[in-house]
């Protein structure tokens, strides 16, 4: 069983650029979270998705946008970045059944921006 | 809203010393509250989770606890491995399938 694997490690970027941030769910998993944390800070849910549709939405402009692939595979996009925008991103995954689920997260992608 | 707080915000411990973490909530159809360890710069790992309040579970050193208003992370004989922060996030009827989490309780553990 392979757990959650984000890509990059980490990324630089400057103010106004656009960032793609990937995200492979542990294997039977249908349902792919996506967080942020600022150092010092709990997670902040931005959005999930689940069988290719977002499925909740936290409280993020719509720059923050996301995809799910039909092998639950993800991708966060990014655009006009801002200085604020620099954070460690978590995704993870979980299997969606009845009221509740464990999610399972991957090791991040360090974001800087410039 | 659901809110979410832990306390103490951060605590040092020495070798053998044990201690409790609080995480206290405020949630509407609270679903499950979940607890994870994050060492730093790497993701999540999770712990335990309870559903509903009396409910405890138990992991090596590492017992949690819940009750309609509150949880504790209880740590017996810690060790210096056991240093890291500490998440509790609960899940709710207001925000479906979605985590809120608290901002964590940083646990130095001194040998």
């Known amino acids: 069983e392979t757990g959650v694997t984000q890509s990059p490690t980490h990324l630089i970027k400057t103010r106004g650029q656009q960032v793609t941030l990937r995200c492979s769910s542990q294997?039977?998993?249908?349902?792919v979270s996506w967080y942020q944390q600022a150092l010092g800070q709990g997670p902040q849910f931005i959005f999930q998705?689940?069988?290719?549709?977002?499925?909740g939405r936290g409280n993020f402009p719509p720059r923050f946008s996301g995809l799910q692939f039909p092998n639950y595979s993800s991708e966060l996009n990014v655009n006009a970045l801002e200085l604020d925008d620099s954070a460690l991103y978590l995704c993870?995954?979980?299997?969606?059944?009845?009221?509740?689920?464990?999610?399972?997260f991957g090791p991040g992608t360090r974001l800087t921006v410039l | 809203e659901d809110q979410v707080t832990q306390s103490p915000e951060a605590l040092r411990l020495q070798e053998g010393e044990s201690s409790s973490l609080n995480c206290s909530y405020t949630?509407?159809?609270?679903?499950?509250l979940f607890w994870y360890r994050q060492d730093p710069g790497k993701g999540p790992e999770f712990l335990f989770t309870?559903?509903?309040a009396g409910e405890e579970k138990e992991k090596e050193r590492l017992k949690a606890t819940l009750t309609k208003k509150e949880s504790f992370l209880h740590i017996t004989a810690p060790k210096p491995e056991d240093s890291a922060t500490y998440l509790c996030?609960?899940?709710?009827?207001?925000?479906?399938?979605?985590?809120?989490f608290g901002p964590g309780t940083r646990l130095s553990v001194l040998p």
């Open positions: 993870a995954s979980s299997w969606t059944s009845g009221s509740y689920n464990e999610q399972f």
């Open positions: 294997s039977g998993h249908n349902t």
């Open positions: 998705y689940y069988r290719e549709e977002e499925n």
């Open positions: 949630v509407s159809g609270l679903r499950g």
């Open positions: 309870l559903y509903s």
């Open positions: 996030a609960v899940q709710s009827d207001n925000y479906g399938q979605n985590f809120v």
